[in-house]
């Protein structure tokens, strides 16, 4: 059973640029010869980790967890990985590789783009601590690279330069890792209280009842009783995140389905005068 801690804040890039490159691609030459005969793998260790970090958050991810749920001494898993910060970099690419990939040739761009950002909190559900991790410096790794190739398929041939399609592509995603986190926060917090969002309301409704005026606020009232009676509870996180994507890719649009004004400093979109617009 989870612990859905992601209260860890951890980044990848952290790690030895070297050393990190080498194990993401495999390069046998840059692996360590030395230490005992080896055997264990760099993907075992990945796979323990990664089964650790989603039972317990990765608060509770250490070499040393890592090593003992593998049956091995601490100091025999540096001949596999460097450390912490190189591991993170490795669970994220694994992770990355296995995700969900929805093929949607031909199909209209916001079913494209809606595709990338569902197969993307499909990832953070079964993988709630990647949500906290920043990708600020991208991993660098096979399943990484895939992936954004991938992504950016659903953007190819809507008149973007290269620079918007990787902006837009940012921004979608940038939208979903928040939403996720917010989510994982969510669940940890009725993990850590032992309440569901309705037992905590019927606790603190009636004690907030005691001392609030409604008509000092009447706006917060109103609007606050509607969101609540329309979703159940006062943060409903599918609701939040079929709203939120909608508006995304209401902005993207700006982009996409018109044509630049005559003088666009910003280099956005390439689409020629005429062209008409994209769907």
């Not at 982009?255 to 910003?266: F, K, R, S």
Request: net charge negative.
């Amino acid at each position: 059973m989870r612990d859905n801690a992601v209260v860890a804040n951890e980044r990848t890039g952290a790690g030895d640029p070297a050393r990190t490159l080498a194990l993401l691609w495999r390069d046998r030459a840059a692996q360590s010869p030395r230490g005992p005969r080896r055997g264990l793998s760099v993907d075992a260790v990945i796979a323990a980790a990664t089964e650790l970090a989603d039972r317990h958050g990765l608060g509770a991810l250490t070499m040393r967890a890592v090593a003992q749920a593998l049956g091995a001494a601490p100091m025999t898993l540096y001949t596999y990985v460097p450390g912490k910060a190189e591991l993170i970099d490795l669970m994220l690419d694994a992770a990355y590789a296995r995700m969900p990939r929805t093929e949607t040739a031909g199909a209209p761009w916001r079913r494209r783009l809606t595709a990338v950002a569902d197969d993307n909190r499909a990832l953070f559900a079964a993988h709630p601590w990647a949500a906290a991790v920043s990708t600020a410096r991208p991993t660098l790794g096979p399943g990484a690279i895939a992936k954004y190739d991938h992504e950016l398929s659903a953007l190819e041939g809507l008149g973007l330069t290269d620079v918007a399609m990787d902006d837009c592509l940012t921004h979608l995603l940038t939208f979903v890792q928040a939403s996720a986190r917010a989510n994982a926060e969510a669940v940890a917090l009725r993990a850590d209280t032992g309440l569901d969002d309705q037992q905590w309301w019927d606790a603190a409704g009636p004690l907030l009842a005691q001392v609030l005026d409604p008509s000092a606020y009447p706006l917060a009232t109103r609007v606050g009783a509607a969101a609540g009676a329309a979703h159940g509870a006062a943060h409903d996180s599918d609701h939040a995140y079929r709203f939120g994507l909608a508006r995304v890719l209401d902005g993207l649009s700006a982009l996409i389905d018109t044509e630049p004004p005559i003088a666009d400093p910003a280099g956005m979109v390439s689409r020629p005068a005429g062209s008409g617009t994209v769907t």
